[in-house]
């Protein structure tokens, strides 16, 4: 694989960030010490509509969860990984299954040969960053 697969194109990014609405956080938890409740809240901050994906399926930030994506009963645009990477492959597969516009790996979660899968299927990718981050980065109010 080339570094293009790690790196994200600002294109990407701002695509991703900008033109979409519903974002999946796989691994969002009612656990406030966790960097998905606070990616989430400002994710929810800049518009978005969150909706936990986890095992327990617990309600945050006001927001029903769902114990995988397949339970979600509605259209998701991106899914935003917070699972270690050796798990990160099989959410891809699933997001892919889904229909989504978007995979997003947070920082650290890196799984190049799942990210080729889910460029190949016409998804934007996203890999090893923090929207939390990038929304100042690249401007978006």
Not at 22 to 44: D, E, F, I
Request: hydrophobic share 45%; with cysteine.
């Amino acid at each position: 694989m080339t570094t293009s697969t790690l790196t994200p194109t600002d294109e990407t990014i701002r695509r991703v960030l900008q033109d979409t609405t519903t974002w999946a956080v796989v691994g969002l938890s009612t656990n406030t010490a966790r960097a998905a409740y606070g990616v989430a809240k400002t994710l929810q901050r800049h518009g978005k509509r969150v909706v936990p994906v986890h095992p327990s399926a617990p309600t945050v930030h006001g927001e029903q969860g769902f114990a995988t994506l397949a339970e979600i009963p509605f259209p998701v645009d991106v899914v935003d990984v917070f699972v270690r990477s050796e798990l990160a492959g099989d959410i891809a597969d699933q997001a892919i299954a889904a229909g989504t516009r978007a995979v997003w790996f947070q920082l650290d979660v890196i799984d190049q040969v799942a990210a080729a899968r889910v460029r190949d299927a016409g998804l934007d990718m996203v890999m090893d960053r923090c929207p939390a981050i990038e929304l100042p980065r690249l401007g978006i109010a």
